[in-house]
């Protein structure tokens, strides 16, 4: 099965500290590589991460507080001076694009390689990147300024072919892709093979969401209902809940329960709020909700798998 990792960069809040860095995470899948976020100190940690700049292709901004995009004009300019020359693709708020085209023209006027710009509506659901394999969509949050963030989809696989009953009823290579598709085969003798006799289903695709910031949405769970991974920021503990609410951040436990009525496999928290010398307090009020949670930590790899 091909490649599905998420790399966590940075998981922690607004105010920097010496036990985290600012949100970040690069989405590897089907040999491509997705930045989520570009928080300050990025750079860094892609160094430690041992990725190659040169193989991220796309940047998606989730909104513009500086936890979260304050390292996107130095990492351009850095990618300018180890020679890359394929296009970079920014996709951020339409609120950025005039600033951020004027920053790159004032910081990064000689780069060797193309910066394109995407706006995306923030406030609606909405496909913004498609290739042959997967699809990335924005996931409209509540937050204090425009915010969204992003729904990875691996496309649906065509079924696989049981090679032994094709040798069996002769049938030839040119009809496979047909057998694929769902055809049936009709036999010489007149019989008609069903597809579901000739194939057995391809894997279940698999799907990640991204949601930071947000305060809790009772009906966020509708947009990603079902998805394989689920990162929600789990700024505070319950007691700061009416702290969350007025700054449109959201407890572990509410992360928590979008992840129960989602039905998610597994709930990754981030965007820790720097009050908390440890952060497993979080963990603990989200798994008396859904026991399949887990914190984040700077250089972790999650395996986005159906078998977890």
Known sequence: METFNIHILGCGSALPTLRHNASCQIVEIHGKLFMVDCGEGTQIQIRRSKLHFSKIQAVFISHLHGDH????????STFGMTGRTNPLHIYAPSMFEEYFNESVNLFCNNLDYEVVFHPIQTNKNKIVYEDR???????????R??????????KPLAPHIKRDLIDFYKIPISQINNIKAGASWTTDAG???HNEKLTFPAEKPRS????SDTR???????MISGVTVLYHESTYANDSKERAKLYYHSTSQEAAKVAKDAKVRKLLLGHYSSRYPTEEILLDEAKSIF???????EGMIIKVSNDD
């Not at 809790?216 to 509708?222: D, F, G, R, S």
Request: glycine residues 6%; hydrophobic residues 40%; charged residues 10%.
């Open 133 to 143: 394999s997967l699809t990335i969509e924005t996931i409209p949050l509540s937050h």
């Open 191 to 193: 019989e008609v093979i």
């Open 145 to 154: 300024i425009q915010c969204c963030g992003f729904l990875f989809r691996e």
């Open 216 to 222: 809790y949405m009772p009906n966020l769970h509708e």
């Open 69 to 76: 995009c304050f390292g996107l004009l130095g990492m351009i």
């Open 208 to 211: 990640y969401a991204y949601c």
């Open 291 to 297: 026991p399949n949670s887990y914190l984040t930590k």
